[in-house]
């Protein structure tokens, strides 16, 4: 019997089978670093879109505060005698508004979803989505609030004195509907503006757009810490 001859053999043999788990290894390993990138691809594309998002409203709510500051200074038991009606109209109409924001989290979503976040490498990636979903949460709860006070608290106080259909027309113009005219109920500004629960309304709803903007400033650092990192991860 030749050992030397099945020695060489048995080293051949065990050597083909190293290989083939190695080359195993490598293509998943391979098609796992496939699945990531395209993954961080996605992230990336959808956390601009919701960077965006954020950016436009941020605006509204900038927009709200400011309207809101005006508004406080013409409410009172002594209204100014001359009011620009179409001013304020647009005054009113911008505290009517509820922004939100619709972040795009289908990557994520499908993550989270299969269980596969530890599909991203990068622990500080991870660390920030994780970061991202909690803020984004709080933001979402405050917007929330905002909407149910506009609802249930600022809007019905103009109800009576304000034609909401005048305020669409005036402040949206062919966006509210080119064949609605205005009512022929007069805006009663002037009453409305003494009120004390409508000053306090006003107040609230600046209050609450103030608030929402903390949050989504957070939500945006974060944000753009996360496309650093994934910009960073995918030039790596």
């Known amino acids: 019997?030749?050992?030397?001859?099945?020695?060489?053999?048995?080293?051949?043999?065990?050597?083909?089978?190293?290989?083939?788990?190695?080359?195993?290894?490598?293509?998943?390993?391979?098609?796992?670093q496939a699945a990531e990138v395209e993954a961080l691809e996605h992230l990336r594309a959808e956390f601009t879109a919701t960077a965006e998002r954020l950016a436009q409203t941020g605006e509204v709510h900038e927009s709200i505060r400011r309207s809101a500051r005006?508004?406080?200074?013409?409410?009172?038991?002594?209204?100014?005698?001359?009011?620009?009606?179409?001013?304020?109209?647009?005054l009113v109409m911008d505290l009517l508004r509820s922004p939100t924001v619709e972040p795009e989290t289908v990557t994520l979503d499908?993550?989270?979803?299969?269980?596969?976040?530890?599909?991203?490498?990068?622990?500080?990636?991870?660390?920030?989505?994780?970061?991202?979903s909690s803020a984004m949460a709080d933001l979402a709860q405050e917007e929330q609030l905002a909407v149910e006070q506009m609802d249930q608290r600022f809007l019905p106080l103009i109800w009576d004195y304000v034609p909401v259909v005048t305020l669409g027309v005036t402040a949206l113009g062919d966006e509210y509907g080119d064949d609605i005219e205005l009512s022929r109920f007069p805006r009663r500004y002037g009453e409305l503006f003494q009120q004390r629960r409508f000053e306090n309304a006003v107040e609230e709803r600046m209050n609450s757009s103030r608030r929402s903007l903390t949050d989504l400033r957070r939500v945006e650092d974060i944000v753009e810490r996360i496309l650093q990192l994934v910009d960073s991860e995918l030039s790596s």
């Open 1 to 32: 019997m030749d050992f030397r001859r099945l020695l060489v053999e048995g080293v051949l043999i065990v050597a083909s089978i190293l290989l083939a788990f190695g080359i195993e290894a490598w293509w998943a390993g391979s098609r796992e």
């Open 110 to 132: 499908a993550l989270i979803g299969a269980g596969r976040l530890d599909l991203l490498s990068s622990q500080d990636v991870r660390r920030e989505l994780a970061a991202w």
């Open 70 to 90: 005006r508004l406080l200074g013409m409410t009172g038991p002594t209204p100014p005698l001359r009011l620009d009606t179409l001013a304020v109209d647009s």
